[in-house]
């Protein structure tokens, strides 16, 4: 077990099996229709899994995630089952791990964009569009669309890259059904939040979503839900269209490897110990400011 007090950077549970390794969530076997999720101090950044962990993280990541879960409307099902963690899962973990359903996740990216910034402003100055989506003239950078817009991408495993793709490559993916469900949830569930968010100080500038579904086939939100890893949090009180906004979330280690001589691919650079301490800080705050 890598555990320090530099961060969990992997896990060991003996009693259980561990089924998958991901980017940040290691996912143990508890039988045969639970898991116990587990989410660690990893940093994933343009794809690769960094070196060092930011201590802390993951039990940020679960509360925040807990906290959205909970707020979803009783019709929208996820996969957290609200059992007690089993005894064999130590003590430490007891904040960063949660008990869910065993799903079959489904290999779309579900992101929803309802500001212009980081790649899809980059594909905006290039084509006038955001991932194919063609957008009127005259935009500036984290400018607010006039309504958000669903932009999915490839899941890729862990290493490579995930890629953006249209509307009509998740329909041969998934299915029209699932698509359109995964589509009209999305938005649903990031309008509800951004404007929840708002009212907190927090402006969600985008957001990245899972999914997955039951042996009966009905869809449900897995993984993470609206935290620091998974969108671009800026603070309302700082946010000035024309500049890329400061942030609560992973932008901040994003552009401090922005200034490295690093072509993106794996192993990743080190981090410095105020880039570790300052990202955790812009992480804790986000949690406070949502959740009070």
Not at 251 to 261: G, P, W
Not at 284 to 291: I, N
Request: negative net charge.
């Amino acid at each position: 077990m890598s555990e320090t007090t530099a961060g969990v950077h992997s896990t060991r549970i003996p009693d259980l099996e561990l089924l998958h390794q991901g980017k940040v969530r290691d996912v143990y076997a508890l039988d045969d229709e639970r898991l116990v999720i587990v989410a660690t101090d990893r940093l994933s950044a343009f794809d690769v899994i960094l070196p060092d962990p930011i201590t802390g993280k993951g039990e940020i990541l679960t509360q925040v995630s807990n906290f959205w879960f909970g707020r979803l409307p009783a019709e929208v099902p996820h996969h957290l089952t609200g059992d007690a963690l089993p005894d064999v899962v130590p003590a430490s973990y007891a904040q960063r791990a949660v008990v869910a359903k065993r799903l079959k996740p489904l290999p779309v990216e579900a992101i929803v964009r309802g500001y212009i910034i980081g790649s899809g402003w980059k594909d905006y100055q290039r084509d006038g569009a955001v991932c194919g989506i063609t957008l009127p003239p005259g935009f500036r950078q984290a400018d607010q669309l006039p309504t958000p817009i669903f932009t999915p991408s490839t899941k890729a495993s862990v290493g490579d890259h995930d890629e953006n793709v249209g509307f009509d490559h998740v329909v041969d993916l998934i299915g029209a059904d699932y698509a359109e469900q995964i589509r009209d949830r999305t938005l649903a569930i990031y309008k509800d939040a951004a404007a929840y968010a708002r009212q907190c100080g927090i402006i969600i500038a985008d957001t990245k979503l899972e999914f997955g579904v039951d042996e009966a086939g009905t869809l449900h939100v897995i993984d993470e839900l609206l935290t620091p890893d998974s969108s671009r949090f800026w603070p309302v009180d700082q946010y000035l269209p024309g500049s890329s906004p400061p942030s609560f979330d992973k932008q901040y280690v994003r552009d401090y490897l922005e200034t490295l001589d690093w072509d993106k691919t794996a192993p990743g650079p080190s981090l410095p110990t105020t880039v570790i301490s300052n990202t955790v800080a812009k992480y804790r705050e986000a949690l406070t400011r949502l959740t009070g």
